[in-house]
């Protein structure tokens, strides 16, 4: 009997090992950097791509970093999106990036210009992944293209609203859409500048989540509340819309970086967490169509804590 009980014990644990190894490789990723050239506007994009090891097609994600920021934007979502079986782009904008840090030009870099700007990246990020080989190390093969999301933090959400849809002048519905975009998630989301958020938002159809919290403000921007941060969400059509509020949470809480980038306290890691859940479900649901992903997010508010809060339409 203890002969057969040892075996036993060595089975299971030779199982737990193999799971555990399993598991490390289908969490290994790769990381790949470059610098694309769109020649038709003499514009060069930086680039940052994250995806899982293997061979299989993997569904893609681009991520837009907000105002003064740069590729290091979102790691800590594009990270998790990577080992969870997608590949993540994250895109750096010029005339909004790091490089208006001090130079008193962030005026400049909020112009409409700027967005469409921001927009046309997207575009060309798109285009090259449909025409490159490969970057790198990376295997741009394995890309499903027929899959893509959208998500961006701040000025990076405002992108993904454009992308996604939104109406930025009377008679232009959709003038900056992207239709190869899927679904769209958009950390720190902004009401328009002018006219109404029903207006706006009408003609986003696609499957998007909102994510902001009780404390998501920027000092140069007041008349952006974190209340009106909920607008988009309200506004939008109704089906695969949702809207993840956080107690406490920040503007910075949402910039998915996994040094500091400022002097202050760390984000909480209850919210770090539950950005990381929900999106990840939203995107299993979106771009790999698992109906138990988007029961698990339907959800999702049985596992937030007090003051949190997670609506649906």
């Not at 681009?62 to 800590?76: I, Q």
């Not at 969870?84 to 962030?106: K, P, T, W, Y």
């Not at 967490?273 to 029961?295: C, I, M, N, P, Y």
Request: glycine share 10%; with cysteine; charged share 25%.
């Amino acid at each position: 009997m203890r002969v057969t009980a040892l075996v036993g014990l060595a089975l299971v644990a030779a199982a737990i090992l193999a799971a555990t190894a399993s598991a490390r490789r289908a969490a290994a990723i790769l990381t790949c950097d470059g610098v694309w050239t769109d020649r038709a506007r003499a514009r060069e994009v930086p680039v940052r791509l994250r995806m899982p090891e293997g061979r299989s097609r993997v569904p893609v994600i681009l991520f837009s970093h907000g105002l003064g920021d740069d590729l290091r934007s979102g790691a800590r979502w594009a990270e998790a999106w990577a080992r969870d079986g997608f590949a993540v782009l994250n895109l750096q904008h010029a005339g909004s990036d790091r490089s208006i840090i001090g130079s008193g030009r962030i005026g400049a870099a909020m112009t409409p210009a700027q967005l469409r700007a921001r927009v046309e990246d997207v575009r060309f990020a798109i285009d090259e992944l449909e025409r490159r080989r490969s970057e790198g190390r990376c295997d741009l093969g394995r890309l499903d293209l027929s899959r893509i999301g959208m998500a961006g933090h701040s000025y990076g959400a405002h992108t993904t609203q454009a992308v996604a849809g939104q109406r930025f002048r009377a008679g232009r519905a959709g003038a900056l859409r992207e239709p190869r975009i899927d679904a769209a998630v958009a950390l720190s989301p902004s009401p328009p500048f002018r006219g109404s958020s029903k207006e706006a938002f009408a003609e986003v159809t696609i499957p998007f989540l909102s994510i902001t919290g009780t404390e998501d403000r920027v000092p140069f921007l007041p008349r952006i509340t974190p209340e009106s941060r909920t607008e988009p969400f309200r506004a939008m059509p109704p089906g695969g819309k949702y809207l993840l509020v956080l107690d406490g949470a920040n503007h910075m809480t949402f910039g998915g970086h996994l040094e500091p980038v400022r002097r202050g306290p760390p984000p909480d890691a209850r919210h770090l967490s539950a950005v990381v859940e929900a999106s990840t479900q939203f995107w299993r649901w979106t771009l790999k169509g698992d109906g138990g992903a988007r029961r698990s997010l339907d959800s999702f508010a049985t596992r937030l804590g007090p003051g949190d809060r997670f609506e649906r339409r």
